[in-house]
């Protein structure tokens, strides 16, 4: 399974950036999916999960409320929204795919992810 993030970019606080992610060689209609980031020299940091069954979304506190991830098992990609922009969001954002998770889990560790996509960078001015 290979991960294609893009969307990221340079946007002032306050705006609002969408990503995406589009998987190949697997469909992720079976797979848990996930948002990381990483900020430099930060470890990476979970930011929400969509189990593939019954469509439940988890989401970090960082960014509940802000964040939306959605998915299009059609277009076998998923989506993060991100509205409210901080400069604390400033970071590489992940895509990850759990080929194993349960129907309606959404994992929030990284280790359970078996997939990752290249990363894309997003920065948030002040």
């Known amino acids: 399974v290979q991960l294609q993030a893009s969307g990221g970019g340079l946007v002032q606080a306050g705006g609002s950036l969408r990503l995406s992610c589009v998987a190949s060689?697997?469909?992720?209609?079976?797979?848990?999916m996930a948002w990381f980031r990483q900020a430099p020299g930060k470890e990476r940091e979970f930011l929400a999960s969509?189990?593939?069954?019954?469509?439940?979304?988890y989401y970090a506190d960082a960014v509940k409320g802000r964040f939306t991830m959605s998915r299009d098992n059609a277009r076998n990609s998923v989506y993060l929204q991100m509205n409210s922009l901080k400069p604390e969001d400033t970071a590489v954002y992940y895509c990850?795919?759990?080929?194993?998770?349960?129907?309606?889990?959404?994992?929030?560790?990284?280790?359970?992810?078996?997939?990752w996509g290249q990363g894309t960078q997003v920065t948030v001015s002040s």
């Open positions: 990850a795919a759990d080929v194993g998770a349960g129907e309606n889990a959404t994992p929030r560790v990284s280790r359970f992810y078996d997939y």
């Open positions: 060689g697997g469909t992720i209609s079976r797979y848990a």
């Open positions: 969509g189990a593939w069954n019954n469509g439940k979304t």
